[in-house]
């Protein structure tokens, strides 16, 4: 884990109340895709977890929603600004897992993580299939990034105004997808009708209102087959196998 203060390098809308903010600073602890950072928010005693979209030796990027006070305060900033940021949070989602061809699911902003998961699954010549799932067709987002890495990409939306109508789980009743491994990051309703539907080995990214964000207070548990788990600590990632829904 590592404190440093990041400069802001851009901080622009993707979808409504959703950002893409990209900072500046020493990324050296952050060791790759499912890892989350932690944010200082100017007025906020607690930090906000976010995870990590992308990184490179010098800047790393989060995509968020504009959910409450302390992303607000996050999409007010400008480029310039000095945030403060813990990295190097969590685990990462386990890439050597899936043999060939991977299934990647994500739900609204859960998106986000999914995007450097991508890149290392493609810079080891596997073959991703994502499907990602939104409200509406205006909610859509990150569609042209991951192609632009090399994966194939399906959307579901509820209203039906792109892709197909529904959930995530609606593209695999429908096209003839093939995978040996999923990874899924979303909401929990998606994460558990994913269990439901998806067959074969995968994991979970989980996701937990946190308090300390570093394994002291507990209050990110989740209960798994060997009892309450942390998010923070002992994820955000988990073997599907492991979650008792
Ligand atoms: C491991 C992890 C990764 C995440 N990655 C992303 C991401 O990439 N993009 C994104 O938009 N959001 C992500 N979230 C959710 C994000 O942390 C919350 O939306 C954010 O903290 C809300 O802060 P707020 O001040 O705007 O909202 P408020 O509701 O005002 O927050 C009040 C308090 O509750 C906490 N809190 C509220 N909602 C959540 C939540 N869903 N999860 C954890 N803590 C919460 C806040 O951190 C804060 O301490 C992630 C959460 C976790 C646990
Ligand atoms: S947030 Fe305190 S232990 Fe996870």
């Known amino acids: ?18 950002f893409r903010m990209k900072l500046s600073g020493d990324t050296s602890a ?3 895709s499912g890892e989350f950072v932690q944010i200082a928010v100017p007025g906020k005693f607690l930090r906000r977890p976010i995870s990590v979209h992308d990184c490179d030796f010098e800047t790393f990027t989060i995509v968020y929603k504009v959910v409450g006070e302390g992303t607000a305060a996050l999409s007010a900033m400008l480029p310039g600004s000095q945030v403060g940021a813990l990295t190097g ?3 990462n989602f386990d890439i050597d897992a ?4 991977a299934l990647l699911l994500g739900g609204g902003v859960g998106a986000a993580p999914l995007y450097l998961l991508t ?30 890495l090399g994966a194939k990409v399906f959307i579901a939306t509820l209203d039906g105004s792109a892709g197909t109508r529904g959930f995530v ?6 096209k003839n997808l093939c ?11 998606m994460l558990k009708a994913v269990c439901g539907a998806v067959k ?18 507990y209050g990110c548990s989740i209960m798994t087959v060997s009892g309450p788990r942390r998010v923070c600590a002992d994820g955000p990632v988990f073997k599907r196998e492991e979650i008792v829904w």
């Open 1 to 18: 884990m590592k404190e440093v203060s990041y400069t802001v390098l851009e901080n622009l809308p993707l979808a409504p109340r959703t």
């Open 30 to 32: 952050i060791r790759g």
């Open 89 to 91: 949070l969590g685990n």
């Open 98 to 101: 899936c043999r060939a061809r």
């Open 119 to 148: 890149k290392e699954l493609c810079a080891q010549g596997k073959e991703v299939t994502v499907v990602l799932g939104f409200n509406k067709a205006e909610e859509v987002m990150l569609r042209e990034d991951f192609e632009s």
């Open 169 to 174: 789980t609606d593209v695999l009743k429908l």
């Open 179 to 189: 995978w040996d491994y999923f990874y899924a990051c979303g909401p929990k309703p």
């Open 200 to 217: 074969g080995p995968g994991e979970l990214s989980m996701e937990e209102r946190m308090g300390c964000g570093a394994g002291f207070c």
